[in-house]
């Protein structure tokens, strides 16, 4: 019997107003142990299909199923119980300033009770181990780096060892390095932890050197979808200048503007 | 002025007001949704604890302080007036009924909301728009449980015992400048003031002024915050928010809770 | 500043709350003066209460010797009822 994929997205509309909606017929389905990207410009609604995968938001048509769950009609409690199965890195990591490195990545561990203190102080050194920054323990979230910062945070949303994780922006502000970490790190986690990931970016180059598969969006919707190489030769003339960073073509250079010799207040020729 | 302009802005006028009317009931339902959420903060009380400490214990040189200036300002402004009835003696009943009664709790208050209640909401705010409360959701803790209700409940806490302290701090600082500067005679300063000023009427009722305001105070702090626009700009905003409702909130409930109090048949 | 830190200071600022309320209860209100000894009850009618409240002091030759316990108003006499506590 064929597994059921981890994430489905099934005709799937999402507007905050009924006037203008954001998400369009999105068709999707991400099978386990791949690492998906979903990508496109700013304001596709890239963000709000990831939103709407967390179950932070519900779809105004369509159905979104996540680990065999309709989102949608799920409670409170069950939505929770969904999300301890899931760890998403927030853009700028979201790390708790309040805490140090140690304490937020055993947050979760703690919050969800019942482990002794040795047993949580292993799995955080565990988990920062992982991702290289066991020494930096006791450093606080304002003494580290944009990339060590990033880092910490993915240490803490693989504390429970979820079976999907989310990326939102990556590889936003990354120095060339910590993006290779990070590349590496996703990739490396994904299959050591048999997990799922599911990346939101609009960073074309690196993440189609990491992921099995791409869902490309425009304008709320899915306008192609594939493996890098088809995505990379696509004839499609958006994900063409996109994925080449042509500086003008299906999105023009231009903002919409009247007549220049007009702004110039020039006699028309 | 055209009609047209004239309904348009009584139109405006009348969105203000319920959305303002319906900003209060969405505050509410935050509240009973917080209440019924407190079991964290008080089952892990070490939360609420070190919430007593930012919003009590760091207010406590600004209330100190304070207190002792309005002690003494009551203590030469009361003396100047008293003495021209030639009941200077009264000092005491003065300075004691004034800070019990009204100033404790109502200054207090005020310098609460701006010191501890502003702090309160850029802190809540400033985790809103950095995504902190967003990551607790996902990683299925509730940022109200966990954020919001250990704040409310060090701020509850907090808000009676600082306006004790203010009123106490009044008192010594009206002594210090009635007896010791100017000379008033300390039997009868400290004999007339037990005289006049009652436990029940006067310090319990002073007691639960204090704690109407703290209820008020933290949760518009921690509702600001909790409902600001996440960014830089909203945070401000919603700091500035704090502090003005408060300040209105507190002395619009004084005036309510003095005239249910202090006024009509006395027992 | 860690989690004992926090309790010491919580627990002086708890402490000195406290010490301002019974500062307040016993120095500056009337706390002090309610007395446990045997009293015996007075009961007097005045033709006016003027400023008289439950609880105020009653006095003789300028001690206090005793506290209003209650004040009423008689329906048939038309005069106010005071009944005191006096040790």
Same mark, same amino acid.
Request: glycine content about 10%; charged content about 20%; proline content about 4%.
């Given at each position: 019997?064929?597994?059921?994929?981890?994430?489905?997205?099934?005709?799937?509309?999402?507007?905050?107003?009924?006037? +203008?909606?954001?998400?369009?017929?999105?068709?999707?389905?991400?099978?386990?142990?791949?690492?998906? /990207?979903?990508?496109?410009?700013?304001?596709?609604?890239?963000?709000?299909?990831?939103?709407?995968?967390?179950?932070?938001?519900?779809?105004?048509?369509?159905?979104?199923?996540?680990? /065999?769950?309709?989102?949608?009609?799920?409670?409170?409690?069950?939505?929770?119980?969904?999300?301890?199965?899931? /760890?998403?890195?927030?853009?700028?990591?979201?790390?708790?300033?309040?805490?140090?490195?140690?304490?937020?990545?055993?947050?979760?561990?703690?919050?969800?009770?019942?482990?002794?203190?040795?047993?949580?102080?292993?799995?955080?050194?565990?988990?920062?181990?992982?991702?290289?920054?066991?020494?930096?323990?006791?450093?606080?979230?304002?003494?580290?780096?944009? /990339?060590?910062?990033?880092?910490?945070?993915?240490?803490?949303?693989?504390?429970?060892?979820?079976?999907?994780?989310?990326?939102?922006?990556?590889?936003?502000?990354? &120095?060339?390095?910590?993006?290779?970490?990070?590349?590496?790190?996703?990739?490396?986690?994904?299959?050591?932890?048999?997990?799922?990931?599911?990346?939101?970016?609009?960073?074309?180059?690196?993440?189609?050197?990491?992921?099995?598969?791409?869902?490309?969006?425009?304008?709320?919707?899915?306008?192609?979808?594939?493996?890098?190489?088809?995505?990379?030769?696509?004839?499609?003339?958006?994900?063409?200048?996109?994925?080449?960073?042509?500086? &003008?073509?299906?999105?023009?250079?231009?903002?919409?503007?009247?007549?220049? +010799?007009?702004?110039?207040?020039?006699?028309?020729? | 002025?055209?009609?047209?302009?004239?309904?348009?802005?009584?139109?405006?006028?009348?969105?203000?007001?319920? =959305?303002? @009317?319906?900003?209060?009931?969405?505050?509410?339902?935050?509240?009973?949704?917080?209440?019924?959420? =407190?079991?964290?903060?008080?089952?892990?009380?070490?939360?609420?604890?070190?919430?007593?400490?930012?919003?009590?214990?760091?207010?406590?040189?600004?209330?100190?302080?304070?207190?002792?200036?309005?002690?003494? #300002?009551?203590?030469?402004?009361?003396?100047?007036?008293?003495?021209?009835?030639?009941?200077?003696? =009264?000092?005491?009943?003065?300075?004691?009924?004034?800070?019990?009664?009204?100033?404790?709790?109502?200054?207090?208050?005020?310098?609460?909301?701006?010191?501890?209640? !502003?702090?309160?909401?850029?802190?809540?705010?400033?985790?809103?728009?950095?995504?902190?409360? =967003?990551?607790?959701?996902?990683?299925?803790?509730?940022?109200?449980?966990?954020? @919001?209700?250990?704040?409310?409940?060090?701020?509850?806490?907090?808000?009676?015992?600082?306006?004790?302290?203010?009123?106490?701090?009044?008192?010594?600082?009206?002594?210090?400048?009635? @007896?010791?500067?100017?000379?008033?005679?300390?039997?009868?300063?400290?004999?007339?003031?037990?005289?006049?000023?009652?436990?029940?009427?006067?310090?319990?009722?002073?007691?639960?002024?204090?704690? @109407?305001?703290?209820?008020?105070?933290?949760?518009?702090?921690?509702?600001?915050?909790?409902?600001?626009?996440?960014?830089?700009?909203? #945070?401000?905003?919603?700091?500035?928010?704090?502090?003005?409702? !408060?300040?209105?909130?507190?002395?619009?409930?004084?005036?309510?809770?003095?005239?249910?109090?202090?006024?009509?048949?006395?027992? | 500043?860690?989690?004992?830190?926090?309790?010491?200071?919580?627990?002086?600022?708890?402490?000195?709350?406290?010490?301002?309320?019974?500062?307040?209860?016993?120095?500056?209100?009337?706390?002090?003066?309610?007395?446990?000894?045997?009293?015996?009850?007075?009961?007097?009618?005045?033709?006016?209460?003027?400023?008289?409240? $439950? %609880?105020?002091?009653?006095?003789?030759?300028? *001690? $206090? $010797?005793? %506290? $209003? *316990?209650? *004040?009423?108003?008689?329906?048939?006499?038309?005069?106010?009822?005071?009944?005191?506590?006096?040790?």
């Amino acid at each position: 019997m064929p597994q059921e994929p981890i994430v489905e997205i099934r005709n799937v509309s999402f507007g905050y107003e009924a006037a +203008r909606p954001v998400l369009r017929d999105i068709d999707l389905a991400i099978e386990r142990g791949a690492v998906v /990207g979903i990508m496109g410009q700013s304001g596709c609604g890239k963000t709000t299909l990831l939103r709407i995968i967390m179950g932070a938001l519900a779809p105004t048509r369509g159905e979104a199923r996540v680990l /065999g769950h309709a989102t949608a009609e799920l409670e409170r409690d069950g939505l929770y119980a969904m999300r301890r199965k899931m /760890g998403m890195l927030f853009q700028f990591g979201a790390l708790f300033t309040d805490m140090s490195v140690f304490e937020n990545v055993a947050f979760p561990m703690r919050e969800h009770g019942g482990l002794p203190e040795e047993v949580i102080h292993d799995l955080v050194m565990l988990k920062l181990q992982a991702v290289g920054l066991r020494g930096a323990a006791h450093l606080r979230p304002t003494e580290l780096s944009g /990339g060590m910062a990033r880092r910490v945070a993915l240490a803490r949303s693989i504390a429970l060892d979820p079976q999907l994780i989310l990326y939102d922006e990556p590889f936003t502000g990354l &120095d060339p390095i910590s993006f290779g970490v990070i590349v590496r790190l996703i990739r490396e986690l994904n299959d050591s932890l048999g997990a799922t990931s599911v990346i939101v970016t609009h960073d074309v180059q690196e993440a189609l050197g990491v992921v099995d598969y791409v869902y490309f969006m425009a304008a709320g919707r899915v306008i192609a979808k594939g493996t890098p190489d088809e995505i990379r030769s696509s004839p499609e003339p958006f994900v063409n200048q996109f994925v080449n960073g042509k500086p &003008d073509g299906p999105v023009p250079f231009h903002y919409p503007a009247p007549d220049y +010799r007009a702004d110039l207040e020039l006699a028309p020729a | 002025m055209s009609l047209a302009t004239l309904r348009a802005r009584i139109e405006r006028l009348g969105a203000a007001m319920s =959305s303002h @009317v319906w900003r209060i009931g969405y505050a509410s339902r935050f509240l009973f949704y917080m209440l019924v959420h =407190s079991g964290t903060a008080l089952k892990r009380f070490h939360l609420t604890i070190a919430e007593i400490y930012f919003a009590g214990v760091l207010s406590l040189i600004i209330i100190l302080v304070s207190g002792l200036f309005v002690g003494m #300002v009551l203590g030469l402004q009361g003396y100047e007036t008293l003495q021209r009835f030639g009941a200077s003696e =009264s000092l005491g009943v003065l300075v004691a009924l004034s800070l019990v009664r009204e100033l404790g709790p109502v200054v207090a208050g005020l310098l609460f909301a701006s010191r501890a209640g !502003s702090a309160i909401t850029a802190e809540i705010g400033l985790m809103k728009a950095t995504e902190q409360l =967003s990551a607790m959701e996902m990683m299925a803790v509730d940022p109200v449980a966990r954020v @919001v209700a250990p704040r409310f409940w060090g701020g509850v806490i907090s808000m009676p015992l600082l306006a004790a302290l203010f009123s106490a701090m009044g008192v010594f600082g009206g002594y210090l400048v009635g @007896v010791q500067l100017i000379g008033v005679d300390a039997g009868a300063f400290w004999s007339q003031m037990q005289a006049a000023v009652d436990l029940r009427n006067d310090i319990l009722n002073g007691v639960y002024k204090s704690i @109407v305001f703290g209820i008020a105070v933290t949760w518009i702090a921690v509702f600001e915050g909790y409902d600001a626009v996440p960014t830089a700009e909203g #945070v401000s905003r919603a700091t500035t928010r704090t502090v003005v409702t !408060s300040s209105l909130a507190i002395l619009a409930l004084d005036f309510v809770l003095t005239a249910l109090m202090f006024t009509g048949t006395e027992k | 500043m860690n989690r004992s830190t926090i309790d010491l200071w919580v627990g002086v600022f708890v402490v000195m709350g406290f010490v301002a309320l019974i500062f307040l209860a016993l120095r500056v209100g009337n706390l002090a003066s309610f007395s446990t000894g045997q009293t015996y009850k007075i009961e007097a009618k005045f033709g006016n209460i003027g400023g008289l409240k $439950v %609880r105020g002091p009653v006095k003789s030759a300028g *001690v $206090v $010797v005793g %506290r $209003v *316990v209650d *004040v009423r108003f008689d329906n048939e006499s038309y005069e106010a009822v005071v009944l005191m506590d006096i040790e």
